[in-house]
């Protein structure tokens, strides 16, 4: 049976269906409309992923059911338009769960004049097919020795839900941060895009330096630059210690130079360096492009030890698709670079033979000063998607890797290209 009154935390991540089962997408949040007039807000429609990630907006009158496991749209045409937040338009998840509210309600006396948390929106369909939201779910601090419980009040009970302050920053994450438990960081990252910046730098304050540099990394250079700006500085300069030091170098290339050095006089000077290095070069050479951390063995390593490092869950699977040797010590700028070994020949060797006896030494490394146009031709010649760095004196520099080359050949709009043609909604 159909449900006209309903949750909306347990309306995130149901199916989509058209009238005809096809599946559509899975529900991410509820637009909602709050007034100044303390009257019950009105349901506009769901923000809808679809199966490329892009969200778009339905309507709420095009659904038909609401049922477990699944949302049934009266049509299977939607637009594919992205969603574009509306003045006046809230996200129930991701805007008004966690604000800060007060309950005047004589059967809650334990709540009068408290700050209680909003957990959840309760909406409910009325006779004329709108959707209100008519209760909300509330959590008041935790206790000592007591588990924090959950109350349902009216809408009219609550005060402190007005566009002006859940705009007030300080506002908790908790929903936000469960919802992108286990995503990519590239998904994150266009997720925090989509927000408010009050509450993309809420987010920010709120993720580990790890997760927070691995979310920035994904964004544009601008956003970048806007997002680092909201943290303090000494948290900003943590931020840069945790991120790849190519794309550290690439974020404080685009800021002035004199906070670019501030920024560089606080972080560890192990993780400054490298990064130092890099901003020596131009940003569309081959020494701008590298990473100077990529996989780097002696020619005494075995391969079964190669392929342990080529493991590594942080590699991204162009560096882990070739390791380079070298002579002591390891650490860029290397000892003499001797050669590469791809990482499908390291599947075809017996695990216990080194890897100095399977050198491919006919590969020409790349010069740090090669212009992008070079470094691309370099990886079309030779069928790569890494390649090493080296410098006049056959010291290994570092590693491009394709994602590095693309990053620069793509426009930089280019994570909105696929909108370009499609703002607004129908």
């Given at each position: 049976?159909?449900?006209?009154?309903?949750?909306?935390?347990?309306?995130?991540?149901?199916?989509?269906?058209?009238?005809?089962?096809?599946?559509?997408?899975?529900?991410?949040?509820?637009?909602?409309?709050?007034?100044?007039?303390?009257?019950?807000?009105?349901?506009?429609?769901?923000?809808?992923?679809?199966?490329?990630?892009?969200?778009?907006?339905?309507?709420?009158?095009?659904?038909?059911?609401?049922?477990?496991?699944?949302?049934?749209?009266?049509?299977?045409?939607?637009?594919?338009?992205?969603?574009?937040?509306?003045?006046?338009?809230?996200?129930?998840?991701?805007?008004?769960?966690?604000?800060?509210?007060?309950?005047?309600?004589?059967?809650?006396?334990?709540?009068?004049?408290?700050?209680?948390?909003?957990?959840?929106l309760g909406i409910e369909q009325t006779r004329s097919r709108d959707w209100l939201?008519?209760?909300?779910?509330?959590?008041?601090?935790?206790?000592?020795?007591?588990?924090?419980?959950?109350?349902?009040?009216?809408?009219?009970?609550?005060?402190?839900?007005?566009?002006?302050?859940?705009?007030?920053?300080?506002?908790?994450?908790?929903?936000?941060?469960?919802?992108?438990?286990?995503?990519?960081?590239?998904?994150?990252?266009?997720?925090?895009?989509?927000?408010?910046?009050?509450?993309?730098?809420?987010?920010?304050?709120?993720?580990?330096?790890?997760?927070?540099?691995?979310?920035?990394?994904?964004?544009?250079?601008?956003?970048?630059?806007?997002?680092?700006?909201?943290?303090?500085?000494?948290?900003?300069?943590?931020?840069?210690?945790?991120?790849?030091?190519?794309?550290?170098a690439d974020l404080l290339g685009e800021l002035p130079e004199s906070e670019a050095?501030?920024?560089?006089?606080?972080?560890?000077?192990?993780?400054?360096?490298?990064?130092?290095?890099?901003?020596?070069?131009?940003?569309?050479?081959?020494?701008?492009?590298?990473?100077?951390?990529?996989?780097?063995?002696?020619?005494?390593?075995?391969?079964?030890?190669?392929?342990?490092?080529?493991?590594?869950?942080?590699?991204?699977?162009?560096?882990?698709?070739?390791?380079?040797?070298?002579?002591?010590?390891?650490?860029?700028?290397?000892?003499?670079?001797?050669?590469?070994?791809?990482?499908?020949?390291?599947?075809?060797?017996?695990?216990?033979?080194?890897?100095?006896?399977?050198?491919?030494?006919?590969?020409?490394?790349?010069?740090?000063?090669?212009?992008?146009?070079?470094?691309?031709?370099?990886?079309?010649?030779?069928?790569?998607?890494?390649?090493?760095?080296?410098?006049?004196?056959?010291?290994?520099?570092?590693?491009?890797?394709?994602?590095?080359?693309?990053?620069?050949?793509?426009?930089?709009?280019?994570?909105?290209?696929?909108a370009n043609d499609e703002r607004g909604r129908a």
């Amino acid at each position: 049976m159909a449900a006209t009154r309903v949750y909306v935390a347990r309306l995130a991540g149901l199916v989509v269906l058209g009238p005809d089962g096809e599946s559509i997408g899975r529900i991410r949040d509820v637009v909602v409309a709050i007034r100044y007039d303390r009257q019950q807000p009105r349901v506009h429609g769901l923000v809808v992923e679809l199966p490329t990630r892009r969200r778009i907006f339905v309507p709420i009158l095009r659904v038909t059911a609401i049922e477990p496991g699944m949302v049934t749209l009266n049509t299977g045409t939607v637009s594919l338009r992205r969603f574009t937040q509306r003045p006046g338009e809230l996200l129930a998840l991701a805007q008004i769960a966690d604000s800060v509210v007060r309950v005047q309600d004589p059967d809650l006396p334990d709540l009068v004049g408290v700050d209680v948390h909003v957990v959840d929106l309760g909406i409910e369909q009325t006779r004329s097919r709108d959707w209100l939201v008519t209760r909300l779910a509330v959590r008041g601090h935790r206790r000592l020795g007591r588990r924090r419980t959950v109350h349902v009040v009216d809408w009219t009970r609550v005060s402190g839900l007005t566009p002006y302050e859940i705009g007030k920053p300080g506002q908790d994450v908790t929903q936000l941060l469960e919802q992108f438990e286990g995503m990519r960081a590239a998904d994150v990252a266009q997720m925090l895009r989509e927000l408010p910046e009050k509450r993309r730098v809420e987010v920010a304050v709120a993720l580990d330096d790890e997760r927070l540099a691995d979310v920035v990394q994904e964004l544009p250079d601008d956003e970048q630059v806007e997002l680092l700006s909201h943290l303090e500085v000494r948290r900003a300069a943590d931020v840069l210690e945790a991120m790849d030091p190519d794309d550290a170098a690439d974020l404080l290339g685009e800021l002035p130079e004199s906070e670019a050095e501030s920024l560089l006089a606080l972080m560890d000077p192990q993780e400054s360096e490298p990064v130092r290095r890099l901003l020596e070069h131009s940003p569309y050479s081959a020494g701008g492009l590298m990473t100077p951390k990529p996989v780097i063995l002696t020619p005494s390593t075995t391969v079964a030890e190669a392929l342990a490092r080529v493991r590594n869950p942080d590699l991204t699977p162009a560096l882990a698709s070739m390791v380079f040797v070298v002579r002591p010590p390891t650490a860029t700028p290397t000892g003499r670079y001797l050669g590469s070994v791809h990482i499908q020949q390291l599947l075809r060797e017996p695990p216990a033979h080194l890897v100095g006896g399977i050198l491919d030494t006919d590969l020409s490394p790349l010069r740090p000063e090669l212009p992008l146009a070079a470094v691309t031709r370099y990886f079309a010649t030779y069928n790569l998607v890494c390649g090493p760095v080296v410098d006049e004196e056959n010291h290994l520099l570092g590693a491009v890797s394709v994602d590095d080359v693309l990053d620069h050949l793509l426009p930089e709009d280019w994570r909105d290209q696929e909108a370009n043609d499609e703002r607004g909604r129908a």
